[in-house]
């Protein structure tokens, strides 16, 4: 892999943002919150961690502004996905597929606080799992 950008926007509890400091961390990649910056040089990655929270069954707005203002430069990515929602199970499921269909990102995933397996750090264990498909 070569660099990487981890581009995230955050709400109240700051789990995204918390997720999205972790991953980077783990990956080496630089990081940025959509609510602090919003202008990105995307030429210097070749792969795009995006990191959300839901908001009344949406993806908050700077991450769905983002990737709509950055198409034709994000076309050009590999492009990964992870969304901090309250559901497991279906509803889970269909909420990630939902966004990943509406944000046009395959390579989506979901993480819980309520997981019932958490890792050392504190995280759910399929943030780990995760990072090692990257």
Excluded: S, W
């Excluded at 709400?11 to 991953?23: H, P």
């Excluded at 969304?83 to 939902?98: F, L, S, T, V, W």
Aim: with cysteine; net charge positive; proline share 1%.
């Amino acid at each position: 892999m070569g660099r990487t950008a981890v581009i995230y926007a955050t709400g109240l509890t700051k789990n995204t943002k918390k997720v999205a400091e972790y991953i980077a961390k783990k990956i080496g990649a630089d990081i940025f919150n959509l609510k602090e910056i919003t202008l990105i040089n995307l030429t210097e990655y070749d792969t795009v961690i995006f990191g959300t929270g839901i908001h009344a069954g949406k993806p908050y707005k700077q991450v769905v502004e983002f990737i709509d203002k950055n198409k034709d430069a994000l076309m050009q990515k590999k492009q990964y996905l992870f969304i901090e929602c309250m559901y497991n199970g279906e509803k889970g499921d269909a909420q990630r597929d939902a966004i990943a269909q509406e944000l046009g990102i395959k390579n989506a995933v979901y993480f819980n606080k309520k997981d019932n397996e958490m890792n050392e750090a504190g995280f759910p264990k399929a943030v780990d799992e995760f990072i090692a498909r990257l």
